[in-house]
């Protein structure tokens, strides 16, 4: 099969090349994106390989399929870039990854709550200056801090017994309750109650139409000062296309 990849990085190119030396496909990498301007590239390639950032919408698709394209596969869980029905249509086959690892999410949705607590990249470069002042770099124990978890499935679940290992109280909000959750103490409630009570608060929720722009000035207004927020994915659209200073409520400061 000749398959060509977009959107790529060394790392990729390594362990592409390691998995393929059984399967012995023709693959052809390419750094650049795949986009309007690029779509030609992908000329002659009965598959292609794509990213989260390569958006696939009809007209692309269309491009694609007059090409030769027959599949596509993602190197993601999520799919909400490809317009599924265009290429449903079109009689394209797209793949995507199962599921990554949710002891790798979680965690590192951990490491940002302790780097950002502890202001580690701070600290890391005033001491790389020969600065060893710990003004403004202070953080607060997150024994007894209350954490909420939004999206309560496999990650979501494995962040809460984490943060739970911490002593932290933990309260969710899910359409569905999980048993784990619940049975490791987790009290579930509504979303203005989640964003009022919490110090933290973590987003392990898949980019629908009901999460796009979940966190809008409204949501904001409602929360504590200073308070946390941590989101486990790259999608922007969970957010409002604005910066917020964290304690001054919801004065927007344009990008």
Not at 24 to 53: D, K, M, P
Not at 217 to 238: F, R, S
Request: aromatic share 10%.
């Amino acid at each position: 099969m000749k398959i060509a990849f977009f959107n790529t990085k060394p790392y990729d190119r390594q362990s592409f090349n390691f998995a393929n030396d059984r399967h012995q496909h023709e693959i052809v990498f390419f750094e650049c994106r795949l986009s309007h301007e690029t779509v030609s590239l992908a000329i002659g390639f009965s598959s292609i390989c794509i990213f989260i950032n390569d958006y696939l919408d009809a007209e692309m698709l269309e491009k694609l399929a007059q090409g030769g394209t027959k599949l596509i596969a993602l190197r993601s869980a999520g799919f909400n870039h490809v317009d599924l029905a265009a290429a449903s249509h079109l009689g394209m086959t797209i793949v995507r990854v199962p599921a990554y690892s949710p002891y790798a999410v979680a965690e590192h949705a951990i490491a940002l709550i302790l780097s950002l607590n502890r202001k580690v990249h701070r600290a890391y470069n005033r001491v790389r200056e020969g600065n060893f002042s710990i003004e403004g770099l202070l953080g607060f124990d997150l024994h007894g801090a209350t954490v909420g978890v939004i999206g309560t499935g496999r990650i979501g679940a494995i962040f809460a017994q984490i943060m739970s290992g911490f002593g932290c109280k933990l309260i969710g909000f899910d359409a569905y309750q999980n048993p784990v959750c619940l049975e490791m103490g987790m009290e579930y409630v509504s979303m203005p109650e989640l964003f009022a009570q919490s110090d933290i608060i973590s987003l392990h929720c898949p980019l629908t139409p009901d999460t796009h722009y979940l966190i809008n000035a409204e949501a904001i207004a409602q929360m504590k000062p200073g308070m946390m927020l941590i989101t486990d994915v790259t999608w922007m659209e969970y957010l409002q296309p604005y910066k917020y200073r964290a304690g001054t409520g919801a004065q927007p400061l344009q990008y």
